[in-house]
């Protein structure tokens, strides 16, 4: 019998941008019996005295990335335990920034973050990063758009999400995108990620002890992919 699935989404309030609250939303439909749970800013998150199956944080603003690095940081132990115990986490857009040692104005003050991965995003307010990248995960392939006023620096070549074919990692010129220890995975693509992907979807339910993964509406998502797919192998799509 499989353990009950519990999925924790960070800060609903404010991490939320690009549509990326479709991560969670669809699956609720890919599991119907899973226990949702929301943590907002104002109150104890969730994972501190239970250890859930999923834990997201999606997009943000730069103060709202603020205000989740001070929630966050009375809990940055419990974070480091839970990563170390393989719980999965997924991060999208600029939320794994939270996670890094700091991050870089344009003035050249830093702002501390929680120091979990040893990792410096620098901002440049005025410079939007736009690209739709492509790469592979093992075996997987994976697609997706970035939006984006920072990139991150550090070494990430042992542990990354996955390795670029189209596009640039980390920063213009990396090779890698994302930040991976265990199971949690941060990466700036936005979309929603887990929509636009349905082999990395299923691949991440199978982390979280889903032993059968059913993904909603398979056969639509997966012609969508395969539709996306064609066009980033035939196009390179420019820097906007």
Not at 68 to 82: A, G, N, T
Not at 96 to 104: D, G, N, P, R
Not at 136 to 161: A, E, P, R, W
Not at 191 to 219: C, S, W
Request: glycine share 8%; with cysteine.
């Amino acid at each position: 019998m499989e353990e009950k699935i519990i999925i924790e989404e960070l800060f609903p309030e404010i991490a939320n941008l690009y549509g990326d609250t479709g991560n969670v939303r669809y699956l609720k439909k890919c599991l119907p019996d899973a226990e949702f749970v929301k943590d907002y800013l104002n109150e104890e998150p969730f994972f501190n005295k239970t250890k859930p199956s999923l834990i997201y944080m999606g997009p943000m603003s730069e103060h709202a990335q603020e205000l989740v690095i001070d929630r966050l940081m009375p809990y940055k132990e419990r974070l480091k335990e839970l990563i170390d115990d393989g719980v999965v986490f997924l991060l999208t857009g600029n939320a794994a920034e939270v996670f890094y040692k700091e991050i870089e104005n344009e003035d050249g003050s830093k702002i501390p973050c929680l120091n979990i991965f040893d990792f410096t995003a620098k901002r440049k307010m005025f410079n939007r990063y736009n690209r739709h990248v492509m790469g592979k995960m093992d075996d997987i392939t994976i697609v997706g758009y970035k939006n984006q006023f920072t990139h991150s620096y550090g070494d990430n070549s042992k542990g990354y999400f996955f390795k670029v074919e189209r596009g640039d990692g980390l920063y213009p010129g990396n090779e890698f995108e994302g930040v991976r220890k265990n199971n949690f995975i941060g990466t700036y693509l936005l979309g929603p990620i887990l929509i636009q992907n349905p082999y990395f979807t299923e691949y991440i339910l199978k982390l979280m002890g889903v032993r059968e993964p059913k993904l909603a509406f398979k056969d639509t998502i997966v012609a969508a992919y395969e539709r996306r797919l064609s066009e980033y192998k035939e196009f390179d799509f420019p820097i906007i």
